[in-house]
């Protein structure tokens, strides 16, 4: 179990399931339009492709169903907190595997639709308590949901910016999820109460160590946008860069938060 014992935020499992689609769909609209030419474009993650991003999207999805392939764990071991700090361990097996569905999926629209279509399956047929086997321990299937919003937030937005003019839009709900689960895994990382961290409409977290602000305006606040605290928690954007582009308000000696960004390699 997690070391921390912070309370993890309960999320709505109707409204998470919904969610995950609803982004998978938009990716998929957005990818049916793309010519081969365009999906030969660059991304900014390393030597992929759009068609390799577009493919670990789906793979991001098709995660849940490798995990109820598993035999279900005797017990939980661990909690959404704990996946933002497990996602960089298997970095090389992951491109690899991208690359094999890229390859195999010359048609990216039907990949997709069969991605979305199996998903609909399985959460049919399995109660979201059911335990997967995950990279950050055994958890309930209605939890590791919530972190297949992240994935799909962080990924559309890399796909955006890869394609000019794309533009594919965020589920709210997805990016509300998103938002909450990196803002919480900051107080995660550096618990206290002397900086408040904003993230409007979606989240407010208290972190980082010294005197706890307890009523009227915090000494430390730091304030930005969710596409804003997404990228800066993934390491798409750096935090000085961000500061300097009015994209991040930050006041207080506290309210430097580049030693602990980003949450997520």
Same mark, same amino acid.
């Given at each position: 179990?997690?070391?921390?014992?912070?309370?993890?935020?309960? !999320?709505?499992?109707?409204?998470?399931?919904?969610?995950?689609?609803?982004?998978? +769909?938009?990716?998929?609209?957005?990818?049916?339009?793309?010519?081969?030419?365009?999906?030969? &474009?660059?991304?900014?993650?390393?030597?992929?492709?759009?068609?390799?991003?577009?493919?670990?999207?789906?793979?991001?999805?098709?995660?849940? $169903?490798?995990?109820?392939?598993?035999?279900?764990?005797?017990?939980?071991?661990?909690?959404? @907190?704990?996946?933002?700090?497990?996602? +960089? *361990?298997?970095?090389?097996?992951? #491109?690899?595997?991208?690359?094999?569905? *890229?390859?195999?999926?010359? #048609?990216? #629209?039907? !990949?997709? *639709?069969?991605?979305?279509?199996?998903?609909?399956?399985?959460?049919?047929?399995?109660?979201?308590?059911? &335990?997967?086997?995950?990279?950050?321990?055994?958890?309930?299937?209605?939890? !590791?949901?919530?972190?297949?919003?992240?994935?799909?937030?962080?990924?559309?937005?890399?796909?955006?910016?890869?394609?000019?003019?794309?533009?594919?839009?965020?589920?709210?709900?997805? &990016?509300?999820?998103?938002?909450?689960?990196?803002? #919480?895994?900051?107080?995660?990382?550096?618990? $206290? $109460?002397?900086?408040?961290?904003?993230?409007?409409? !979606?989240?407010?977290?208290?972190?980082?160590?010294?005197?706890?602000?307890?009523?009227?305006?915090?000494?430390?606040?730091?304030?930005?946008?969710?596409?804003?605290?997404?990228?800066? *928690?993934?390491?798409?954007?750096?935090?000085?860069?961000?500061?300097?582009?009015?994209?991040?308000?930050?006041?207080?000696?506290?309210?430097? @938060?580049?030693?602990?960004?980003?949450?997520?390699?």
């Amino acid at each position: 179990m997690s070391p921390t014992k912070k309370r993890t935020r309960t !999320y709505d499992s109707a409204r998470i399931r919904a969610a995950v689609l609803a982004q998978l +769909g938009h990716v998929r609209e957005a990818v049916r339009g793309l010519t081969p030419e365009r999906l030969a &474009l660059p991304t900014r993650l390393g030597e992929w492709s759009v068609r390799d991003l577009v493919a670990h999207i789906g793979m991001a999805v098709t995660a849940v $169903g490798r995990s109820l392939d598993l035999p279900e764990p005797v017990k939980q071991d661990a909690t959404i @907190l704990d996946w933002p700090f497990a996602t +960089g *361990a298997n970095s090389s097996a992951i #491109d690899e595997f991208t690359r094999g569905i *890229a390859e195999r999926h010359p #048609d990216l #629209d039907a !990949y997709l *639709a069969g991605v979305a279509r199996d998903l609909v399956e399985q959460l049919d047929a399995h109660p979201g308590t059911r &335990l997967l086997a995950t990279n950050a321990g055994a958890m309930p299937l209605d939890d !590791y949901l919530v972190t297949r919003t992240v994935e799909l937030v962080v990924h559309t937005d890399d796909l955006n910016a890869a394609v000019p003019g794309l533009d594919v839009p965020f589920e709210r709900q997805a &990016l509300a999820a998103a938002t909450r689960l990196l803002a #919480d895994a900051l107080a995660v990382r550096a618990p $206290g $109460g002397a900086t408040e961290v904003r993230v409007p409409p !979606y989240a407010v977290v208290q972190c980082v160590e010294g005197p706890r602000h307890t009523r009227g305006t915090p000494p430390n606040v730091v304030e930005t946008d969710p596409l804003t605290w997404v990228r800066l *928690a993934t390491g798409r954007l750096v935090w000085k860069d961000a500061v300097e582009d009015a994209k991040v308000s930050a006041s207080g000696e506290r309210a430097d @938060l580049s030693a602990l960004l980003p949450l997520m390699s």
